[in-house]
Nanobody, 125 residues
């Protein structure tokens, strides 16, 4: 069983930056693919970025060039650096893991991720 705890959310003006963190504990495995997802009110949860154990990454088109995902396999921490934030980035942000899965297979589809954190709110206004 994996526990995921997000932090780093907050309120920021358009054009600002935030860095989200996700601490993983419990039955973690560095081979897990990890990702960030977000859900705005009235909308479905969508994939933002994901990173494989070898450092390969994938981004949603809406955040390419603005967000950077990274991971520290020693401390089991996932990060999301968010720059040039826009009001449409406002959402609850969740981290998730796909047990022993490759990014090539799971991509940014939420159905392929099986452990989730409680989320951290990001508001851009």
């Amino acid at each position: 069983h994996v526990q995921l705890v997000e932090s780093g959310g907050g309120s920021v003006q358009p054009g600002g930056s935030l860095r989200l963190s996700c601490a993983a504990s419990g039955y973690t495995d560095i081979s897990d693919c990890m990702g960030w997802f977000r859900q705005a009110p009235g909308k479905e949860r969508e994939g933002v970025a994901a990173i494989d154990s070898d450092g390969s990454t994938r981004y949603a088109d809406s955040v390419k060039g603005r967000f950077t995902i990274s991971r520290d396999n020693v401390t089991n921490t996932l990060y999301l650096q968010m720059n040039s934030l826009k009001p449409e980035d406002t959402a609850m942000y969740y981290c998730a893991t796909a047990r022993g899965a490759s990014l090539l297979w799971v991509g940014l589809s939420r159905r392929n991720y099986n452990s989730w954190g409680q989320g951290t709110q990001v508001t851009v206004s």
